[in-house]
C-alpha cells in the first residue's frame, strides 16, 4: 500500500510539472525506503505500471532530493495544488 500511494504521488506531481510523459530523476528518501529492498521493488513496479519513465534514486540525505529538483528544467514551474486531485 505505501508504495502504491507513494507511485500515485509521483505520478501527480510528474503530471502537476509536466513531465508525465518524458524520463525525469526521482530522488527517494527515509529510513523505510533506504533499508527496505522489497519497498524500492514495489514502488518501482508501481511507477511502472503507471508508465512512468524515472530513475529512482535512493538518497541518504533528503537534501539531496531538494538540490535534483533544483535542477534548470523546474526553473520557473508553477503548480496549482487544487488541480492535482
Known sequence: MAATELAELAARTAQAVGVADSGFPLAVAGGLLMNSQPLQQRLRAELLKRKLQCAIEVVEEPLVG?????????AGVLVNWHTCN
Open 66 to 74: 531538494c538540490v535534483r529538483l533544483a535542477d534548470k528544467k523546474f
